[in-house]
């Protein structure tokens, strides 16, 4: 399994951006997929999950409202769409993904997800 982040910013509070997760080495019908975040002394925070075994995405409720998530089996890629930034969205955000097998709730614990990207940094200053 690798994931590879890319698409990390500065944007000014009020802005937009795209994050991208390729992946490979893996069936996205078999895993559920996750962003997660970790800002500069605070814990890791899971941001948003997604997998076909849910009707719909689980988001944090810190990002409900202004983030989506989605994937593209076709591209391999998992996309997190950031609208309306905020300061406090300022952090390192990572993909990850764990067969969707082992998970046993919903939303999925972070310890459970075994591959993880390396990170991609997102600034909102203005």
């Known amino acids: 399994v690798q994931l590879v982040e890319s698409g990390g910013d500065w944007v000014q509070p009020g802005g937009s951006l795209t994050l991208s997760c390729a992946t490979s080495?893996?069936?996205?019908?078999?895993?559920?997929m996750g962003w997660f975040r970790q800002a500069p002394g605070k814990k890791r925070e899971g941001v948003s999950y997604?997998?076909?075994?849910?009707?719909?995405?689980f988001y944090a409720a810190s990002v409900r409202g202004r983030f989506t998530i989605s994937a593209d089996a076709a591209k391999n890629t998992v996309y997190l769409q950031m609208d309306s930034l905020k300061s406090e969205d300022t952090a390192i955000y990572y993909c990850a993904a764990t067969p969707t097998l082992s998970l046993h709730v919903w939303p999925p614990n972070g310890e459970v997800f075994n591959d993880w990207g390396q990170g991609t940094q997102v600034t909102v200053s203005s």
């Open positions: 080495g893996f069936n996205h019908d078999d895993y559920t």
């Open positions: 997604i997998t076909r075994s849910m009707p719909r995405p």
